[in-house]
């Protein structure tokens, strides 16, 4: 099965399930990419909130099989 990129649903999520998303598709802890993306918050002057505001809009909601 061919991994696809989408944001988490359930438990897993904080806030819109994108940085868990991420890290689902990248194969890392969920708290590093959120901690990641908040140190580039910091130093690209908000840049990575609209990134993450974007990718909110665009990554599908994860489909979990019943």
Request: charge should be positive; hydrophobic fraction near 55%; charged fraction near 20%.
């Amino acid at each position: 099965m061919a991994k696809k990129l989408s944001r988490t649903v359930g438990k897993e999520k904080m806030f819109f399930g994108v940085c868990g998303g991420v890290a689902k598709y990248i194969d890392v802890d969920a708290a590093l990419i959120r901690i990641l993306w908040a140190i580039l918050t910091i130093f690209g002057f908000g840049t990575p909130i609209l990134i993450y505001f974007l990718m909110m809009f665009i990554m599908p909601k994860e489909v979990h099989a019943q």
